[in-house]
């Protein structure tokens, strides 16, 4: 019974042998089964090649957001020809939403004309406050004050402890209201402190359309403007730079000699801590003439603009004498990703984040060809990119960019000149889809591979061996 189980067993056999003396090597036979196992070996390693390769989908659908409904704006930019003074942030949109000098997310800086920061941040406070001014208009009683041009400028700064200077245009209307006010605390200082026998302190004005190279010297960019310069403080720092102060207190006759008298108040005792009310009305000057303004604001998914420019509610500009120029260090929207995420993302799709900062490092400069009151714009188109990975039972989002393109413009302006960003976003997203692959597949396609192969390799080995014996059996015949 057991040799009948195993012979039906043996019945069942598909790969029946043949014994080794009824089989015959051939040449041909020999060299066709070189040829096939390189091709095995080559085909499989195509086939491991696209199993351990990336396989993604891109397809375009309605943008489905998690992030909310604003989107976060990242900027540093630098400004040569801007005063961090009066440098502010403005954003609107096409839903009336209009935030003016926007402080509290971003910072300023001082810089030279090579972008250079000069100093620490700078803090200019708001000046979009309302100015308190003389209630009276009219003539005043004469010029108390002195006037300063380039020549008398630095003598009167080495001679008083405290000089007191209203960098002012006859055309500005700020100007115009600051001046009844400013000769007569002008005068009611020089009869307390007269400047012959007391000396302490002295008030004086600078005419920027006379003295338009020792305006831009203190870097004044808007009028008027009040500077507090203190004797020793025409020493130049390390960057070559002076130091002083800006006043932006009220400018009523009261506020002004009060403060005046808290100013030479400490003179005859050195160490005498200045009084704290005043600091709020006077900061360090801005020590150069350009500005690094950097920092993000959040603003709603429609399209709006992001515009820097000069902004005061109580200083009048020449426009003519502004210049926007500026280099973008960095302009990117959407939430920072990390490093290790942007690396995994682009394993996926190698060109993802080319276009993320597109503007970064470039420089919108003018030199003037196009005339004044030049604004330089850029349209800013910007799209949703997100990258999914499927590994696993659930889908990952490995990170959600925004690109944009970016096309760029200088036009003339009726109004002051500004950077502006104007920006739409696309209602549609990419959707980048990581294919997953089954091992099992890839096991079936090198099963096919071989099995193909043989098949192959054999029907060729029967042909060319039967080719081969019909020869010799033609030449055969022919010899008899």
Same mark, same amino acid.
């Given at each position: ?14 790969? *029946? ?26 085909? %499989? &390693? ?89 209630? +009276? ?30 960098? @002012?245009?006859?055309?500005? +209307? ?32 600078? #005419? ?14 808007? @009028? ?23 006043? +932006? ?33 006077? *900061? ?11 920092? @993000? ?13 000069? *902004? ?44 993320? #900062? ?35 039972? *659930? #889908? ?18 009726? #109004? ?34 071989? &099995? ?5 390799? &054999? ?20 010899? %008899?």
């Amino acid at each position: 019974m057991p040799g009948l189980s195993s012979s039906r067993l043996k019945s069942m056999d598909f790969y *029946r042998k043949i014994p080794r003396d009824l089989t015959e090597a051939s040449l041909s036979g020999a060299g066709l089964s070189i040829v096939a196992a390189l091709a095995m070996v080559f085909l %499989f &390693g195509m086939e491991l090649s696209n199993y351990l390769a990336v396989n993604t989908s891109t397809s375009v659908i309605v943008d489905n957001s998690s992030d909310g409904e604003f989107l976060r704006i990242e900027f540093n930019i630098s400004f040569p020809a801007l005063s961090c003074e009066f440098a502010a942030v403005d954003v609107s949109d096409v839903l009336g939403t209009n935030r003016l000098n926007i402080t509290k997310t971003v910072r300023k800086f001082s810089i030279d004309h090579d972008l250079r920061p000069t100093g620490a941040e700078f803090h200019s406070g708001s000046t979009m406050h309302l100015i308190k001014h003389d209630e +009276y208009v009219g003539e005043h009683e004469g010029e108390s004050s002195v006037t300063l041009n380039a020549r008398n400028f630095d003598v009167f700064s080495k001679q008083f402890p405290i000089l007191v200077v209203n960098f @002012y245009a006859p055309w500005c +209307y700020w100007s115009n209201r600051l001046k009844p006010s400013w000769e007569k605390a002008a005068k009611t200082m020089a009869e307390r402190y007269d400047p012959e026998t007391d000396g302490r302190i002295i008030l004086a004005k600078v #005419d920027c359309t006379e003295e338009g190279e020792l305006c831009r010297r203190h870097h004044i960019q808007g @009028y008027p403007s009040i500077r507090i310069f203190r004797k020793g403080s025409d020493l130049r720092d390390e960057h070559g730079h002076h130091e002083h102060e800006s006043y +932006y207190g009220d400018r009523d006759t009261d506020t002004l000699v009060q403060t005046m008298e808290t100013l030479v108040a400490p003179i005859p005792a050195l160490h005498h801590k200045l009084d704290n009310s005043t600091q709020s009305i006077k *900061r360090p000057a801005p020590s150069t003439g350009g500005c690094r303004v950097e920092g @993000y604001v959040r603003v709603k998914k429609v399209p709006g603009n992001l515009i820097i420019s000069a *902004r005061s509610g109580s200083h009048s500009f020449d426009t003519s004498l502004m210049n926007m120029s500026h280099v973008v260090s960095h302009l990117s929207f959407g939430l920072k990703f990390a490093p290790k995420a942007l690396v995994d993302a682009k394993r996926l799709m190698p060109y993802i984040g080319r276009s993320h #900062d597109r503007l970064n490092g470039r420089a919108f400069v003018n030199q003037r060809d196009v005339g004044a009151n030049v604004t330089i714009e850029h349209y800013l188109q910007v799209v949703k990119t997100e990258v999914v990975s499927r590994r696993g039972s *659930r #889908d990952h989002t490995i990170i959600e960019e925004y690109e944009y393109t970016a096309h760029s413009s200088l036009a003339e302006s009726v #109004d002051i000149p500004v950077a502006k960003f104007h920006f739409e976003l696309s209602p549609m997203q990419v959707l980048i889809t990581e294919l997953p692959k089954s091992f099992s597949h890839f096991i079936t396609n090198v099963c096919a591979i071989i &099995g193909g192969i043989f098949t192959v390799a &054999g029907i060729l080995d029967s042909l060319l061996h039967n080719t081969i014996r019909l020869v010799k059996k033609v030449e055969l015949g022919k010899n %008899f």
